[in-house]
């Protein structure tokens, strides 16, 4: 396994399949399951672009559009890397726009959302966080019942 393989949670990541899972009417969090597999994700590992003005993330938006997203294509991590070196005014945006592995419940309202509901290798369309601007890419995701990385 390389070292992508798993959050820095101190756990082995294994567990229990959890039954039924009936209880969550929306089908997600820990021990249920929703249609696209996220539903037991309690980890994800994703790159973002921030930026303050709408104007900004929708061209950075336009480029990976015109590159990839428009024919239906998965956008590669290195350019994903290289439009958020370009735009991003998050300090990630030097690391490419990693924000590495974080956990259900870390990330603020908005962020939170589109983070544990965009599949993985999927880039996000720009949506407005508590902060500013962001679109992001899904990289991984750790489904903590299964103790399996999705990728």
Known sequence: MGKDSKPKDG???KGKQAAGGADDSKGKGKGGKSADGLGTCTYVKA?????????KINEAYKKLQDGWLSNGDKVPQAEFSKIAAEYSECPSGKKG???????????AGPFQEVSFNTPVGVTSAPF???YAFNFLLLKLLHQQVFGSLVV
């Open 97 to 107: 726009g990693d924000l590495g592995w974080f956990p259900r419940g870390k990330m």
């Open 128 to 130: 407005k966080s508590t």
């Open 11 to 13: 756990g082995k990541g």
């Open 47 to 55: 790159r973002h672009i921030l930026c303050e003005k709408q104007g």
